[in-house]
């Protein structure tokens, strides 16, 4: 068993505090007691649009200051996003304000039933499943806190299942190019909409397949540009606030396989390559941990499930819907490195991952500017 790990410790979610999950209940139901890490500009908005930009850690973006100075120059600083840090369950996080354990959209790639459910293409190996997984069933929760908000996404998600499971009821306004986008949001703003929520995936999906180089630099200066111009179409009064769904890693070539005395053990695996849940042949779940740990240990931290749960890393609410959706060990990768899992593909090799509890991917901004 090699030590690859450079994390002794988790970077864990604040779910009580400065969380993706507690952002949109701070901006569409204020309390009297504004919380500290909330920009006061944001506090103080007449209206807000909130941007999500999909994959920007706050050390990514505090590493590249000088490529992304409209970022860098606003008011804030970070927040941390929920676990396991992916898309699928921050961003329902972030529309529903519920930590995981809650809401049940507990990663990536969750067990229904004895398949396994890809969230974002709502495909098992049996091909869609928006007929036979209902996602309003499986995410019953109301976004937004039941405002019912217009929300600027790309036109090609309005009707996918991760769409209808995470932003059901919001009004849709789909864009093909982030020209249109900003169009969007600058007439919603005039026309008096006091909440707009906005999406953008352009720096995830450049991390993903080129890891954190000069593709990822030439991409986090086009968003901080759009930010800007988002920025310039506020109307006196408004405010834009940014935050993301996790940050990055660049895994490479370091990708791990299960040891063969841990996967006699194995069933199916679900997750994320940095966030792998091990599922147990019958009877074997105690032994399953064992050599878990055993083989894995200095790679990765090694979690029963209820181990998880008991420490509250979902939340401190974990459905029994949520529970079932996990596997019964979970492999969280230190440092970085990916867990293997040939079920688990897409169509290109993913250079920039996310997933783990470091600090990398659980730290993300939340800054504001006003018009």
């Given at each position: ?269 679900s997750g994320e390559g940095r966030f792998r849940w091990l599922h147990a042949r019958a009877g074997r779940a105690t032994a ?43 492999l969280v990768a230190r440092g970085t490195l990916s867990f293997f899992d040939p079920h688990d593909s897409g169509p290109f ?23």
């Open positions: 068993m090699e030590r690859t790990g450079v994390e002794d410790q988790p970077d864990l979610p604040d779910y009580a505090g400065a969380c993706i999950s507690n952002v949109v209940p701070a901006l569409l139901e204020p309390s009297a007691d504004t919380p500290s890490w909330l920009p006061t500009v944001a506090a103080d908005a007449s209206q807000v649009v909130l941007l999500v930009l999909d994959g920007l850690g706050w050390d990514q973006l505090q590493e590249r200051r000088h490529i992304a100075p409209t970022l860098a120059g606003m008011a804030g600083g970070f927040i941390r996003t929920v676990a396991p840090s992916t898309t699928a369950a921050a961003l329902t996080s972030i529309a529903t304000g519920l930590p995981p354990g809650e809401h049940g959209v507990i990663g990536y790639r969750v067990a229904v039933g004895t398949e396994v459910l890809n969230i974002l293409r709502w495909t098992t190996a049996n091909g869609d499943q928006r007929r036979t997984i209902v996602p309003e069933e499986l995410q019953k929760n109301e976004p937004f806190l039941g405002h019912r908000p217009p929300a600027t996404t790309r036109a090609d998600f309005a009707g996918s299942g991760f769409t209808r499971a995470h932003l059901r009821g919001v009004r849709h306004h789909g864009y093909r190019v982030t020209s249109t986008m900003l169009v969007d949001v600058r007439n919603l703003l005039r026309a008096g909409e006091p909440f707009v929520y906005s999406y953008y995936e352009g720096i995830d999906k450049v991390a993903h397949e080129y890891g954190l180089g000069e593709h990822y630099d030439a991409e986090l200066a086009y968003a901080d540009r759009l930010v800007g111009d988002l920025i310039a179409q506020l109307p006196p009064g408004a405010a834009l606030v940014v935050t993301a769904d996790h940050g990055q890693v660049e895994v490479g070539d370091n990708i791990v396989e299960l040891h063969r005395d841990v996967t006699g053990h194995v069933a199916f695996q399953l941990l064992e050599a878990a740990r055993a083989r894995h240990g200095g790679q990765a931290w090694v979690h029963s499930r209820d181990e998880l749960i008991d420490a509250g890393w979902f939340g401190p609410v974990v459905t029994g819907d949520a529970q079932r959706r996990l596997g019964d060990v979970a090799k993913l250079i920039g991952r996310h997933g783990s509890l470091t600090p990398a991917e659980m730290r993300v901004p939340l800054v504001a500017a006003g018009g």
